[in-house]
T-cell receptor
């Protein structure tokens, strides 16, 4: 149980285009999902917290207009990187919590974004 | 600001030995601390959670300790196997919300046969 999927697993795009990444909780309902970014040999950095049916809460330094988050249902959150630039190239990982059953976050497999 | 350190970037051990990884933190008293395993190009996989009122927790060959006085957690893998080779991350919560996790950079464990 507690499986989280991400799609796509990797994407290459041209500078200036937008990319959407999906995060799904497959066998549980997640009122809260989280989006992280991880650069090589660095720790996971929380970008934003996504709550179903409400606006996402962004961490300091993360541009909300550049990283659009939508949490339309209890099993799906999307992250859209708008007008992507090479410096946005990174490993994006989502996680979902099991709505307070435990304090555990279950992570997706990650999406490798490369912006040319 | 909160700070969490895993003081070994890499750890190499021989198969069958016990691996011990260290996680230290400053400036906060977390309600709980978690350990994750991350393989290259993959998302972290949850291993263990230990709460501030727990001294030790075990799961099969894994053991985690939590010393709130020293502000330190130790993660042990006994009878290590090459399949245990991965990066291990510790994370602590720094607020009441489940989302307020801060991660260490991880320790890359290599178990040699």
């Amino acid at each position: 149980g507690a499986v989280v999927s991400q799609h796509p697993s990797w994407v290459i795009c041209k500078s200036g285009t937008s990319v959407k990444i999906e995060c799904r909780s497959l066998d549980f309902q997640a009122t809260t999902m989280f989006w992280y970014r991880q650069f090589p040999k660095q720790s996971l950095m929380l970008m934003a917290t996504s709550n179903e049916g409400s606006k996402a809460t962004y961490e300091q330094g993360v541009e909300k207009d550049k990283f659009l988050i939508n949490h339309a249902s209890l099993t799906l959150s999307t992250l859209t990187v708008t007008s992507a630039h090479p410096e946005d190239s990174s490993f994006y990982i989502c996680s979902a919590s099991d709505s307070g059953v435990t304090d555990t976050q279950y992570f997706g497999p990650g999406t490798r974004l490369t912006v040319l | 600001s909160q700070k969490i350190e895993q003081n070994s970037e890499a750890l190499n051990i021989q198969e069958g030995k016990t691996a011990t990884l260290t996680c230290n933190y400053t400036n906060y008293s977390p309600a709980y601390l978690q350990w994750y395993r991350q393989d290259p190009g993959r998302g972290p996989v949850f291993l263990l959670l230990i709460r501030e009122n727990e001294k030790e927790k075990r799961k099969e060959r894994l053991k985690v300790t939590f010393d709130t006085t020293l502000k330190q957690s130790l993660f042990h893998i006994t009878a290590s196997q090459p399949a245990d080779s991965a990066t291990y991350l510790c994370a602590l919560n720094y607020g009441g919300s489940q989302g307020n996790l801060i991660f260490g950079k991880g320790t890359k464990l290599s178990v040699k046969p």
